[in-house]
């Protein structure tokens, strides 16, 4: 019997028991569609986090002063103002993997304009913290490295301080207070929304570093420092680089620790998506068991199928077939069972995960990867599953076979 033959009669017998064999896929549709749901929530919830987190700048690198820190308490509040302009001066001259850098200062508090007021945040910045954080301004300018020089007493707003503080008109010349030192507002930053940690990057003000430093904050520390590698390759470079520079800058012996940290969005990136991987594979490992289910199934069931066609096993024997042909015969109608379960899965999860995200509004991301996954894991699982009913049908003795009632 050659194998189109062989293929013909597993597929008759299954449809000779429709309603058996779709219970019996049932499992196998259930896993598979809850597979490929799960892994693509996954998948989109690592592309989600990629896309917010590269939103505050995809070759972000932070520079901030260190502390000690025991027992929640921080041990030295000196240790915080360890950045000054100084150490700004020097990366941006010594640096030669950083395309840009800026000092940061900030501070909270109210700000108003006429009779409106807003609580919100003051940054303290250099141009280039725009080219950085990768933003824009939708109306107006940024100011200049002359308004950093004069300490110019001017300003760029988000969409959400324009909407409570200047409603229904143009901000553009109009003046606003933070913590009543006057502020020119000279442009409107380009529309952000809310990065991956829930905050609302349009609830800004920025305005030169040294006007927020001397005329708002009275320090003359930074908070810290933010840059930009030349490119998301270089950024582990560029880390290392940095920590060098301010290594040497601040004298750090190699026995000591250091007074300041460096981080890049790389490694922020790179800890979110190892946790959403974890997740993925622990709700995929859950969804599996629908797998083994079905694939147990399958061998139950083949088994039965086994016992019921014994006669018709051991006529087919009696003349001519072989054991091996008997052993094909149910190995393929096992294989069928399962992809054809497989297909179907396939399906379901595709509309299930249209479904979550056009209803639930999550990011889902299929991927082909995982359509194959589980036509192989399909094959293999009907494979396995089938092959104890199939040998037992093989080892069939044709005369007992021939009389079994």
């Known amino acids: 019997m050659n194998f189109t033959n062989l293929l013909k009669i597993a597929w008759k017998a299954i449809l000779l028991n429709k309603t058996r064999a779709m219970l019996t896929m049932l499992g196998i549709i259930i896993g598979v569609a809850s597979v490929i749901a799960m892994l693509a929530i996954g998948e989109g919830s690592k592309e989600s986090i990629k896309k917010n987190i590269s939103s505050m700048g995809a070759n ?16 030295d509040p000196s240790a915080m103002q360890t950045l000054t302009l ?22 909270s508090g109210q700000s108003i304009a006429g009779s409106n007021n807003w609580p ?6 250099s141009p280039e913290y725009l080219k950085i954080r990768d933003w824009g301004v939708d109306e107006g300018s940024m100011f200049t490295e002359d308004d950093i020089e004069s300490y110019a007493k001017v300003a760029v707003i988000g969409k959400t301080v324009q909407e409570n503080l200047f409603p229904n008109e143009n901000p553009i010349g109009k003046m606003i207070r933070f913590k009543n030192i006057p502020f020119k507002v000279i442009g409107i930053l380009k529309e952000k929304g809310e990065n991956t940690f829930g905050q609302d990057q349009d609830d800004i003000i920025i305005a ?19 840059a930009s590698s030349q490119s998301e390759e270089d950024s582990d470079n560029a ?11 601040h004298k ?10 460096v981080s890049s969005q790389q490694e922020i990136i790179s800890m979110f998506s190892s946790t959403s991987e974890m997740l993925t594979i622990l709700l995929v490992a859950i969804a599996s068991i629908s797998l083994l289910v079905g694939g147990i199934g399958i061998m139950n069931i083949m088994y039965v199928s086994v016992k019921e066609r014994t006669k018709e096993i051991g006529l087919r024997m009696a003349i001519g077939a072989k054991g091996n042909d008997i052993l094909m015969q149910f190995l393929i109608e096992s294989v069928l069972i399962s992809i054809t379960g497989g297909v179907l899965g396939v399906l379901i999860g595709l509309i299930s995960t249209f479904c979550i995200q056009q209803f639930a509004g999550w990011p889902v991301s299929v991927t082909a990867s995982s359509i194959v996954i589980s036509f192989v894991v399909c094959t293999i699982t009907g494979v396995f599953f089938g092959w104890y009913p199939a040998r037992k049908a093989a080892q069939s003795d044709p005369i007992n076979a021939l009389r079994y009632e």
Do not use: C, H
């Open 60 to 75: 972000l690198i932070t520079i901030r002063p260190g502390a000690g820190m025991m027992g929640g308490v921080r041990s």
């Open 86 to 107: 100084a150490d700004y001066n020097v990366l941006k001259s010594q640096a030669k993997l950083i395309k840009e850098i800026s000092p940061l200062v900030n501070g």
């Open 120 to 125: 919100t945040s003051i940054y303290g910045a």
């Open 208 to 226: 030169p570093y040294t006007a927020v430093q001397k005329r708002i904050l009275a320090q003359t520390y930074l908070q810290s420092i933010v």
């Open 239 to 249: 880390v290392n680089e940095i920590k060098s520079i301010m290594e040497n800058q």
């Open 252 to 261: 750090i012996k190699p026995n000591e620790d250091n007074d300041f940290n």
